[in-house]
């Protein structure tokens, strides 16, 4: 009767630290929360340009493999690519370079009208941009953003095309994401700088694409 006594209070002694273990599984600290960060700088102090007769298509940036992600890529060696596990990008680079684009290109003052699709009129020039990568790279002390983006830019009808890549390293004041970010949006800027001046001398080069202004009723009621 004794040991059948024992062997009972050993099971229901095993039962509850099963049951207590369980409990505090479930009443552990909850996973942290991804924080999400944004590209949102552009160049200050742009010059300002005379207006033309021009208007120019910017195109929704396309991003290489490895970087059409919110993911928020870093860097420990070469040829190798991680992720960080408690930042994202609050939407793809890419996705978040068109408003800043069409914001620089705006500020030059240079073109009447900066648009974005779904327009499907008539433009003067067409400006097609690619992400190549924005990585926070530490395989070095310090750590430095590797930013690099192509840039193409045509006439409305895509008879003429001048291209430019623009490559860019910018160091990362400590290794943590939040200097990253801030790296990354200071390296944003500049290389939006240095997209804008490429686009403003390539269009003195190319020809523009004529849009006619539609016709009024008027006119197009004479005979």
């Avoid at 208007?55 to 690519?81: C, I, K, N, W």
């Avoid at 192509?150 to 409305?156: E, F, I, T, W, Y």
């Amino acid at each position: 009767m004794k040991r059948e006594r024992r062997a009972r209070r050993a099971a229901i002694a095993t039962a509850l630290a099963a049951a207590s273990l369980a409990g505090c599984a479930l009443l552990g600290p909850a996973p942290r929360e991804r924080s999400s960060a944004v590209l949102d700088e552009v160049p200050a102090g742009l010059p300002r340009h005379e207006t033309r007769a021009l208007t120019l298509l910017v195109a929704a940036p396309q991003a290489q493999p490895g970087f059409d992600t919110t993911g928020m890529a870093y860097s420990r060696r070469a040829h190798e690519l991680a992720y960080f596990r408690d930042h994202q990008w609050a939407a793809t680079p890419s996705q978040m370079l068109q408003p800043l684009v069409v914001r620089t290109l705006e500020a030059t003052g240079y073109f009447s009208a900066v648009l974005t699709p779904p327009y499907a009129g008539c433009y003067s020039y067409a400006l097609r941009t690619q992400l190549v990568e924005l990585v926070q790279d530490f395989a070095s002390e310090p750590g430095v953003v590797r930013f690099a983006l192509r840039a193409r830019l045509s006439d409305g009808a895509e008879l003429a095309v001048v291209s430019s890549e623009i490559a860019l390293r910018e160091p990362i004041a400590q290794p943590a994401a939040e200097a990253g970010v801030a790296a990354a949006n200071a390296a944003t800027a500049k290389a939006l700088r240095a997209l804008a001046q490429f686009v403003l001398e390539s269009a003195e080069r190319l020809s523009p694409t004529s849009c006619a202004p539609p016709a009024t009723s008027s006119s197009a009621s004479r005979p």
